[in-house]
Nanobody, 115 residues
Framework: QVQLVESGGGLVQPGGSLRLSCAVSGRDFRTYFMGWYRQAPGRQRELVASIAPLGSTNYADSMKGRFTISRDIAVNTVYLQMNSLRPEDTAVYYC?????????WGQGTQVTVSS
């Protein structure tokens, strides 16, 4: 069993930055595909960024150059550094862990970008 706990969300002005954290409990953290997704009101959940077990990363087009996903295996944590935030980035951000048929989600953390 894997548990994911997000933190770091909040209210930020346009152009600002936030760093989200996802603490992962469970075995074999480094063998999971880890990802960040987001869901805005009235919209489907969408992929923001992902990091594979060997460390390769993938980003949605609108996040490239602004967001960075990383992980610290020593502390079983995945991060999402978000820069140059825009009002349209407002959403609940979810951490995701995936390996074969096993998929796990965190409870989500709210990010609001507003002046």
């Amino acid at each position: 069993q894997v548990q994911l706990v997000e933190s770091g969300g909040g209210l930020v002005q346009p152009g600002g930055s936030l760093r989200l954290s996802c603490a992962v409990s469970g075995r074999d953290f480094r063998t999971y595909f880890m990802g960040w997704y987001r869901q805005a009101p009235g919209r489907q959940r969408e992929l923001v960024a992902s990091i594979a077990p060997l460390g390769s990363t993938n980003y949605a087009d609108s996040m490239k150059g602004r967001f960075t996903i990383s992980r610290d295996i020593a502390v079983n944590t995945v991060y999402l550094q978000m820069n140059s935030l825009r009002p349209e980035d407002t959403a609940v951000y979810y951490c995701n862990a995936r390996k074969q048929l096993d998929v796990y989600w965190g409870q989500g953390t709210q990010v609001t970008v507003s002046s």
